[in-house]
């Protein structure tokens, strides 16, 4: 049995739609104070729902980048065309992130105490790392350098002492935000252009990026299977079976070097990329095999204009939750707080007025994304 190249790329963008609109999902709550479990990062070690979307962003964009660059190589792109496109697309997604980051561009502090690292500069740096890795040599060549990116990470954080902290070896201060390897390697390198929460380190910082490329570089190899000429059963066959298997050694490598999202751990690594190809196999299954569709568009939608969704969002929610603000009673309040007070608030628990203000903010940028979808503006860096 065989699926077209149009069915297995509506799978994907599915995929991709459910994560970006899962990400504004849990970015813009009405209250900090009031969120459901799940809809929680993790406090450190261990994982919730949310802890997923971001690794599931990058394996997608893994995936994708080997159906695209095999395209352009189909269409007789040498390979100096192609590094030049990877390059010049890692180089616009990075500056998307940093633009984001300096909004408001009029306020002089913003660009003075920029914060460097970010989720789009991570999303820039891992993409175009992994592509180059990918684009030539054999899979044994490869892996290889993924297990050396992994495996390196993991030696690096747990066997190194960290300079100017007492306690030894880093496998010591894993449960210390602040006193990790990473964290010392952030303040080294990026002194006060960190992440404002935290100051001390960063969840997007540099040391932890080169984990990040293994899930990118994961999601070529799926991509490769992916788009393969197998038949459909044993694609996704190989996907569910490849995807237990990277749950269960990720949970294993949890006992030494525990799940973390915000170190971008080894281990964590391997288990989300293990769930991504669950998650993409149990979609195509339901799409390509059981022929269950009527459910697709919405996510479709956001999933062909990830990077709209994404900066849109992120500039509005600044504007909403901390620039634009209104007189009530004689005190200056965030449009945000004013919207979640009287339209959700007031009449639903915090937690599911909290939840309700989130999905209307996935509505609303629907329906901006719908707009451009039915006129076919598709923004592609």
């Known amino acids: 049995m065989t699926v077209a190249r149009r069915e297995r790329l509506v799978a994907l963008d599915v995929f991709r739609g459910m994560t970006v609109a ?12 009031a969120i459901y479990p799940p809809l929680e990062h993790a406090a450190w070690n261990g994982w919730t729902p949310t802890d997923v979307i971001f690794p599931f962003f990058l394996f997608i964009a893994g995936i994708t980048t080997h159906l695209s660059l095999s395209s352009r190589r189909a269409q007789g792109a040498d390979d100096r065309a192609i ?3 990877i390059l010049r697309r890692g180089a616009l997604i990075v500056l998307f992130g940093l633009l984001l980051a300096a909004f408001p561009f009029y306020q002089l502090d913003r660009w003075v105490n920029i914060r460097i690292p970010g989720v789009l500069q991570r999303i820039g740096v891992a993409y175009a790392c992994a592509a180059l890795l990918t684009m030539r040599g054999t899979l044994k060549q490869q ?4 297990v050396v990116l992994l495996y390196g990470y993991w030696f690096a954080m747990t066997l190194l002492p960290v300079p100017g902290a007492d306690g030894g070896i880093g496998a010591n ?15 080294t390198l990026l002194g006060g252009h960190l992440w404002i929460s935290s100051k001390t380190w960063d969840p997007e910082g540099p040391l932890s990026t080169i984990p990040a490329i293994g899930t990118a570089m994961l999601g070529v190899f799926a991509g490769r299977w992916i788009g393969s000429d197998r038949p459909l059963d044993e694609r996704l066959n190989g996907l569910f079976a490849v ?23 080894s281990s964590y690594v391997v288990f989300t990329a293990g769930m991504a190809c669950v998650a993409i196999a149990t979609i195509s299954w339901i799409i390509d095999v059981r022929r269950v569709t009527w459910w697709t568009r919405p996510f479709v939608i956001y999933g062909v204009n990830p990077i709209i969704a994404f900066v ?8 909403i939750y901390t620039l634009w603000k209104v007189d009530i009673q004689g005190k200056p309040t965030a449009v945000q707080a004013v919207v979640y007070e009287n339209l ?5 628990e915090p937690r599911d007025a909290s939840l309700a203000f989130a999905i209307t903010f996935v509505l609303f940028w629907y329906a901006i994304l719908w707009a451009l979808w039915r006129k076919n503006i598709i923004f592609k860096v």
């Open 173 to 187: 201060l894993l449960d210390a935000p602040s006193r990790t390897l990473a964290a010392w390697l952030d303040r």
């Open 22 to 33: 899962g990400m504004l999902l849990v970015n813009n709550p009405g209250t900090w104070s």
């Open 344 to 348: 959700f608030h007031s009449w639903l």
């Open 312 to 319: 849109g969002s992120g500039a509005m929610a600044r504007l």
């Open 83 to 85: 590094r030049n496109q």
């Open 243 to 265: 995807g237990a298997l990277g749950m269960m050694t990720g949970l294993m490598w949890h006992w030494s070097f525990p799940i973390n999202k915000s170190l971008w751990t």
């Open 143 to 146: 892996v290889i350098v993924l």
